[in-house]
C-alpha cells in the first residue's frame, strides 16, 4: 500500500513558478513509476509529467520546457516544478504511483493517488 500526499499548491500570477511536491509513504516508492496529473473544472484529468523508476521523464506537451520532474528516492519524494505559469495551468494537480518501470499516460494506469493540490494562476 501507498500513500500519497501532495503540497506547495497555491495562488500565482502569470509567469510565475510553484514547486509541487508529493510524500509517498510505504517501502516501494523506488520501484514506482510516479506522474502528476490535474484537473481543470469541467474537464477529464490530463496527464503532465512522469518519472520512470529509472528517472526517464516524459512530459504533455502543453507543458514541456516549463515544467519539470523530479524524485528524490531517499526521500520517497517527487517534485514538479512549474515555471512560466499560465491561466490555463490552473487546476488541482494529482500524484500518481503505480509499480512499474515507465509511468503510463493514462490515468486509469495508476493504482495509488493522492488527494490533490490546487493551483491557480491569475491573469
Known amino acids: 500500500q501507498v500513500q500519497l500526499v501532495e503540497s506547495g499548491g497555491g495562488l500565482v500570477q502569470t509567469g510565475g513558478s510553484l514547486r509541487l511536491s508529493c510524500a509517498a509513504s510505504?517501502?516501494?516508492?523506488?520501484?514506482?513509476?510516479m506522474a502528476w496529473f490535474r484537473q481543470a473544472p469541467g474537464k477529464e484529468r490530463e496527464f503532465a509529467a512522469g518519472?520512470?523508476?529509472?528517472?526517464?521523464?516524459t512530459y504533455a506537451d502543453s507543458v514541456k520546457g516549463r515544467f519539470t520532474i523530479s524524485r528524490d528516492n531517499a526521500k520517497s519524494t517527487v517534485y514538479l516544478q512549474m515555471n512560466s505559469l499560465k491561466p490555463e495551468d490552473t487546476a488541482v494537480y494529482y500524484c500518481?504511483?503505480?509499480?512499474?518501470?515507465?509511468?503510463?499516460?493514462?490515468?486509469?494506469?495508476?493504482?495509488?493517488w493522492g488527494q490533490g493540490t490546487q493551483v491557480t494562476v491569475s491573469s
Open positions: 510505504g517501502r516501494t516508492f523506488s520501484s514506482a513509476a
Open positions: 500518481a504511483a503505480v509499480t512499474r518501470q515507465y509511468p503510463p499516460e493514462s490515468a486509469g494506469g495508476y493504482d495509488y
Open positions: 518519472i520512470s523508476r529509472g528517472g526517464r521523464r
